[in-house]
């Protein structure tokens, strides 16, 4: 097996490109490396992003957060205006793995790997986040609940690759959480996990809402239903159990050894709601 570590977009999408579908990214290496060892992949070439200085930035503008997919979580957590705009993002990157592993571990890497229950994925998908698809075509965008096609799926082409996140700029009296729910507190992948974004009008009333529930279904999903049950409302009582309901219903789980189908279900209502919450309780600290 061959290694690669190249210095620019452009020529790591040309060892990609050249390697005729057996070749894969190496960002933190925290999924491939046990990929590697298990047998489970078994590439030609390792093409290592961590060395292209535009996929390692963190940078902001009018436009919003341009988040580099090699950019680990453990910078994105140090990233303090990063942490105060989107803490719900941040939330789902501190549940990734050890102080360890997300020194290692990076958001592209979490995405491409495609499990259900990633942890990063809800809370870019309530953020309205975007990644951008470098490949032998040129680039292209795609909306991150669109990206993932079902567990180990992703839309990626021959010879692409994600370069970066786009995160819209956080709009005035609005707020994100993600929470999940695990057996235990740390080192396990989520049974449930739900990410609410709301932004609120002067009155304090919800003007934009976006939902998204992870490991309920073969790929994270965005919930119109749940975020419609907000909007127009002051995120009271009866707002909070009729999205606890939209997200309930919108699950189509798996039974598994961490939980049952029923128990899924019932959970990810609570979480919504839970996140919710925090949503609304930061969107009402943030001008
Ligand atoms: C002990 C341990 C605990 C963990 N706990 C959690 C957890 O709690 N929650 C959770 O969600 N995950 C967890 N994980 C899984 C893993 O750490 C995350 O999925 C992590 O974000 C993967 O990122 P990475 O940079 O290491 O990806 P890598 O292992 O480098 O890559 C993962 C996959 O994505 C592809 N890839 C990576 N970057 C790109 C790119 N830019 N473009 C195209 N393809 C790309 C690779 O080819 C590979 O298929 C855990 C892992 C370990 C070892």
Same mark, same amino acid.
């Given at each position: 097996?061959?290694?690669?570590?190249?210095?620019?977009?452009?020529?790591?999408?040309?060892?990609?490109?050249?390697?005729?579908?057996?070749?894969?990214?190496?960002?933190?290496?925290?999924?491939?490396?046990?990929?590697?060892?298990?047998?489970?992949?078994?590439?030609?070439?390792?093409?290592?992003?961590?060395?292209?200085?535009?996929?390692?930035?963190?940078?902001?503008?009018?436009?919003?957060?341009?988040?580099?997919?090699?950019?680990?979580?453990?910078?994105?957590?140090?990233?303090?205006?990063?942490?105060?705009?989107?803490?719900?993002?941040?939330?789902?990157?501190?549940?990734?793995?050890?102080?360890?592993?997300?020194?290692?571990?990076?958001?592209?890497?979490?995405?491409?790997?495609?499990?259900?229950?990633?942890?990063?994925?809800?809370?870019?998908?309530?953020?309205?986040?975007?990644?951008?698809?470098?490949?032998?075509?040129?680039?292209?965008? /795609?909306?991150?609940?669109?990206? $993932?096609?079902?567990?180990? +799926?992703? &839309? *990626? %082409?021959?010879?692409?690759?994600? !370069?970066?996140?786009?995160?819209?700029?956080?709009?005035?009296?609005?707020?994100?959480?993600?929470l999940r729910f695990t057996p235990?507190?740390?080192?396990?992948?989520?049974?449930?996990?739900?990410?609410?974004?709301? /932004?609120?009008?002067?009155?304090? $009333?919800?003007?934009?809402? +976006?939902? &998204? *529930? %992870?490991?309920?279904?073969?790929? !994270?999903?965005?919930?119109?239903?749940?975020?419609?049950?907000?909007?127009?409302?002051?995120?009271?009582?009866?707002?909070?159990?009729?999205?606890?309901?939209?997200?309930?219903?919108?699950?189509r789980p798996i039974d598994d050894?961490?939980?049952?189908?029923?128990?899924?279900?019932?959970?990810?209502?609570?979480?919504?709601?839970?996140?919710? !919450?925090?949503?609304?309780?930061?969107?009402r600290r943030q001008n």
């Open positions: 097996m061959r290694y690669e570590a190249p210095k620019t977009l452009d020529q790591a999408i040309a060892l990609l490109s050249g390697a005729n579908g057996r070749a894969k990214v190496l960002a933190g290496g925290t999924d491939v490396l046990i990929q590697l060892r298990s047998g489970r992949a078994q590439p030609e070439l390792l093409v290592d992003i961590k060395s292209i200085s535009e996929m390692r930035s963190i940078a902001v503008d009018s436009s919003g957060y341009r988040i580099g997919a090699a950019v680990t979580c453990m910078e994105l957590i140090e990233d303090e205006a990063f942490a105060r705009a989107w803490p719900g993002i941040i939330d789902g990157v501190k549940y990734i793995g050890s102080i360890q592993v997300k020194g290692r571990a990076t958001m592209g890497g979490n995405l491409c790997n495609a499990s259900p229950a990633a942890d990063s994925v809800p809370a870019l998908i309530a953020a309205g986040a975007v990644v951008c698809i470098a490949g032998p075509l040129g680039r292209r965008e /795609a909306p991150v609940e669109d990206f $993932v096609l079902g567990p180990g +799926r992703t &839309s *990626l %082409g021959s010879g692409e690759l994600v !370069a970066w996140f786009q995160l819209p700029r956080r709009a005035p009296h609005s707020g994100d959480a993600y235990r507190t740390e080192m396990d992948i989520a049974v449930v996990g739900a990410a609410v974004n709301i /932004a609120l009008d002067d009155k304090g $009333v919800c003007s934009r809402a +976006r939902v &998204s *529930l %992870g490991a309920v279904a073969a790929r !994270a999903l965005l919930v119109p239903e749940a975020a419609a049950a907000l909007i127009g409302t002051r995120v009271d009582e009866s707002a909070l159990a009729r999205l606890a309901a939209a997200a309930s219903a919108a699950c050894k961490r939980g049952t189908k029923e128990f899924r279900i019932k959970v990810a209502g609570v979480m919504a709601r839970r996140a919710a !919450a925090t949503a609304l309780e930061r969107a």
